[in-house]
């Protein structure tokens, strides 16, 4: 980086790039990971799954656990505290849980998260992809130079690279996992170790067998880089790898170069501001004789993720117009992050501090401040969401040219007003700062605010109401197995077993009914739960709400859809085009004032689809069809985004379904289901339908569901 340099100084030493990631309760290495980006470790998801203690191939994402991992130096070898930003589990072929007794596998990584120094942690290695023929080296987690193994790349198998080691000197054992594979020809990690084929072992003792010639020996298999990319791509942390030094034909860095050239003109100026710089970035810097030169201010702004932040804080004060043209030629690079590195660290302290059950809401928040984003960022983690929250721009409220308030702030300004009232102002404060530092007025973010607060006074108008959700899947003829969440207000939690058994319908209804009796009303509201079926597109139709807990021994018949709001849900139809999830989200903000839309002329599904595909004001779908044409119109509207659709599961002439709902307002119609339901019951000839309504709820989640083989807990 020329006159900057990195706080760690970078050594010949492979060894060095090699993170060891520890197990909790030993502090002893769990396997090994390398250096990804300025504060991002890169390792393999099975060995966070050891270090947390969890089984080897569990596919859930560990959420907010933190584990420590261990990061050396060329002098010094530091320990620091690591959350999963990015979960990629292993996985079989079709996507399945890894099943017990496999030895290869997909997926299998995790991008970690490191609460480093503000400089960031030492130099990312060079990568490259794997090629056979290679010779490559691994270390223990531990880093120990002499635990390096010494490898050949002996085939690339898609997603796998195989591996033989050498006869003499270590061999790849358990530790060796998640460690970066270095090739010295290339000087460059090519891939991660993944694990190793042990000897065979007799099958009635478990004993090793004697040796023979023929045994496999010192074999591994690994991950290619080239198969990294591929799995990182799609999380856009690709962005986050550090680029090549910007060239003179880069226009942020010539932009930025006369920036400094006109700003600071002296050497004594330069130097200054330099060391300045490099104390904020936590960075080294050259001597204090010769000054850095303004293609070394430019450099290092757009190498360093932070530094061009902390450049326009600097200038800010004495130079606001200086300081306006170096964020804009930061727009002008992929690099530059929004917030400094104190910015940052005062963020992620804020986070900390607040209840878990508040950040847990930060999907729900970024869904309120942002309701017309194009899709919610990716990721099931805060670190993640938070990342890519970085990278939005403004929200396009300003007025004569003024700079727009980043996503990022507003987002924390609605998650601020969920916080107690000391830490809404405490991150009042750092947005005060943030604000200020990027010249945006005080009457911009005053509005957000508003903003904000006003979205909290709706949430208190409108108590959250307690959900039990059903996943109903089918098994043998006429038997299905469920598996059931309930979620109080903090998310949902799984309360039933595995999902293995089978259910006739009487018993699945006294299986629902068993955890419903657990529940009781959310705090000041006195409305029963709300149960939400969860079912693939051939569920759809599934007359859940008739299911009846019938037995000799009862009084009553205990009928789900008479007694409670049942409603069901669609994930599959839901999130099969990603494009379309901004719509739903969209319309679901509008759903008090949307509009509503009927068909009940015979109408091809594609005639549908262009009628509503851009009517964002539509919320609500009535499908007055008999099955035939009806089903392909209920699905066609369910993936477009439209969160509310009613029809009739049994209609074969005018549905009095249809008319009678059109009276009941969109909000209420869980409700308003459920007393024709009960009607239903009691005066069929009055009310002769079988209505059903699809729900599809943007401020709440529902969890990570395997629709084929519901095998595994959520």
């Known amino acids: 980086m020329g006159w900057f340099g990195s706080a760690w100084d970078p050594a010949d030493d492979p060894a060095l790039h090699v993170v060891a990631v520890l197990r909790a309760e030993a502090e002893k290495p769990a396997g090994a990971g390398f250096v990804f980006a300025d504060d991002t470790v890169l390792t393999c998801a099975h060995v966070v799954n050891a270090a ?3 089984p080897m191939l569990e596919s859930r994402p560990p959420r907010s656990a933190e584990l420590a991992v261990r990061v050396h130096g060329a002098t010094r070898t530091q320990q620091f505290t690591a959350r999963v930003a990015h979960w990629i589990p292993p996985r079989t072929r079709d996507g399945d849980p890894v099943p017990a007794g496999d030895d290869e596998w997909l997926g299998d990584l995790a991008l970690l998260r490191v609460d480093g120094p503000a400089g960031g942690l ?3 290695p060079g990568r490259a992809a794997m090629a056979v023929g290679q010779e490559v080296s691994a270390w223990h987690g531990g880093g120990r130079a002499a635990t390096v193994a010494r490898l050949t790349v002996a085939a690339l198998h898609g997603s796998r690279g195989y591996l033989d080691g050498e006869p003499t000197g270590m061999a790849v054992g358990a530790g060796y996992s998640g460690g970066p594979l270095w090739c010295r020809h290339r000087e460059a990690v090519v891939g991660l170790v993944v694990a190793h084929f042990m000897p065979p072992r007799d099958l009635a003792t478990d004993l090793p067998l004697p040796h023979s010639p023929q045994h496999l020996i010192r074999r591994s ?3 290619p880089w080239q198969r990294i990319e591929e799995e990182l791509r799609p999380l856009g942390v690709l962005d986050a790898v550090p680029e090549d030094a910007p060239g003179l034909d880069d226009p942020a860095f010539l932009l930025l170069t006369n920036v400094v050239a006109n700003t600071l003109p002296s050497p004594s100026s330069r130097t200054e501001a330099g060391r300045r710089l490099a104390q904020i970035c936590g960075v080294g810097y050259g001597s204090d004789i010769t000054p850095p030169s303004p293609e070394d201010f430019a450099a290092f702004a757009l190498t360093h993720p932070r530094a ?12 606001p117009d200086a300081a306006d043209q170096v964020l804009a030629a930061g727009s002008l690079s992929r690099t530059p992050r929004l917030l400094s590195p104190q910015e940052y660290a005062e963020m992620r302290r804020s986070l900390r501090g607040m209840d878990a059950a508040v950040v847990a809401r930060l999907p ?26 970085e990278a939005f721009p403004g929200d396009g409220h300003s007025d004569g040219g003024e700079r727009r308030v980043p996503a990022l702030l507003r987002v924390m300004e609605y998650l601020g007003v969920l916080c107690t009232v000391p830490r809404r102002a405490q991150l009042r404060l750092w947005a005060d700062a943030v604000a200020q530092r990027l010249g945006i007025p005080r009457g911009a973010l005053g509005e957000r605010r508003s903003d904000a607060e006003a979205w909290l006074r709706s949430l208190r108008d409108r108590s959250a109401r307690v959900r039990v959700l059903v996943q109903v899947t089918r098994a043998e003829r006429g038997r299905h197995r469920l598996r059931l969440w309930c979620d109080e207000g903090d998310g949902p ?6 999902g293995v058994a089978a259910y006739s319908a009487s018993e699945a209804a006294r299986e629902v009914l068993r955890v419903l009796d657990t529940l009781g009303p959310a705090v000041a509201d006195e409305r029963p739960p709300l149960v939400e079926v969860l079912v693939d597109r051939a569920g759809l139709n599934l007359p859940v709400d008739e299911w009846e807990a019938r037995d000799p021994g009862e009084i009553l018949p205990g009928a789900l859809g008479v007694e409670f709001p049942l409603v069901v849900h669609c994930p599959e139809l839901l999130r099969r085009h990603g494009r ?4 739903w989200r969209s319309r679901w903000s509008r759903l008090d004032s949307g509009k509503t839309f009927v068909v009940s002329e015979p109408t091809d599904p594609d005639v549908i689809y262009s009628l509503l595909v851009n009517k964002l004001d539509t919320v609500r779908v009535c499908v007055d069809l008999p099955p035939g044409q009806r089903d392909g119109i209920v699905q066609t509207c369910l993936v477009l985004g439209i969160p509310v659709v009613v029809w009739d599961r049994g209609r074969d002439g005018a549905s009095h379904v249809t008319k009678h709902m059109s009276e009941v307002a969109t909000r209420e119609l869980p409700d308003g289901v459920r007393d ?4 239903a019951k009691a005066h069929p000839p009055e009310f002769p339908g079988r209505p059903v309504l699809a729900w599809a709820d943007a401020d709440h989640t529902v969890p990570r569901l395997h629709l084929t083989e519901p095998q595994e807990n959520s």
């Open 52 to 54: 947390l203690g969890r």
């Open 122 to 124: 030492p130099a990312a």
């Open 221 to 223: 298999w690994s991950i």
């Open 308 to 319: 061009l932040a902390a450049l326009a804080g600097m200038l800010r004060r004495d130079s």
């Open 364 to 389: 729900e928040a970024m869904r309120a401040a942002l309701p017309h984003l194009a899709s919610l960022p990716g990721g099931d983690t805060v670190d993640a969401l938070l990342d890519r929250l």
């Open 493 to 498: 939690r799984q309360v039933s077993a595995s």
């Open 580 to 583: 379309f999830t901004a719509h």
């Open 676 to 679: 024709y339901r009960a009607n």
